[in-house]
């Protein structure tokens, strides 16, 4: 095989609709996800974080895209959202979170919330997003209510 075979555009990916499509798609394959994460358009990264389908390592590939501080607060919540974030992808998410609130640029403040309410972060790993710089009175509220709300995990 020659090099960059792998990365051509499958002949059903004609138009921005067709990679649409596929992101929706209940059927689609690990490949093709893999290869609809590569591309370049963000309506086609937040159609895979809204598909139960996506499998773990494309949400993890999902999790460093960027676009524009609307699409790119959407797909983190998206991505904190998804059934099947593992821990690590919610940590990715978390992280990517943190430098936006730190760098003041974007309010992503719906992921902060979707974050809140996922049993595989403890409390104490969400807690410092109401201390950076770009943390408003708002979302500090709504995390402390989101984290009160939880029902404890069962030992």
């Given at each position: 095989m020659g090099m960059g075979?792998?990365?051509?555009?499958?002949?059903r990916f004609r138009t921005p609709a067709d990679y649409l499509d596929a992101a929706s798609a209940l059927?689609?394959?690990m490949q093709t996800f893999l290869h609809l994460a590569r591309c370049p358009y963000p309506f086609v990264w937040q159609a895979m974080a809204s598909n139960p389908r996506?499998?773990?390592?494309?949400?993890?590939?999902?999790?460093?895209?960027r676009d524009s501080a609307w699409n790119d607060g959407l797909l983190l919540?998206?991505?904190?959202?998804h059934p099947n974030a593992d821990r690590e992808v919610l940590l990715r998410v978390m992280a990517e979170i943190e430098a936006r609130l730190l760098s003041s640029t974007t309010r992503p403040y719906a992921a902060v919330l979707a974050l809140a309410t996922r049993q595989e972060l403890q409390p104490?790993?969400?807690?410092?997003l109401a201390a950076l710089p770009g943390a408003s009175?708002?979302?500090r509220t709504g995390l402390r209510r989101r984290l009160a709300e939880r029902t404890p995990r069962k030992q």
């Open positions: 075979e792998h990365d051509e555009v499958p002949p059927h689609t394959d996506t499998p773990v390592d494309v949400l993890a590939d999902l999790s460093s895209k919540r998206l991505l904190a959202e104490d790993e969400l807690h410092h009175a708002r979302m």
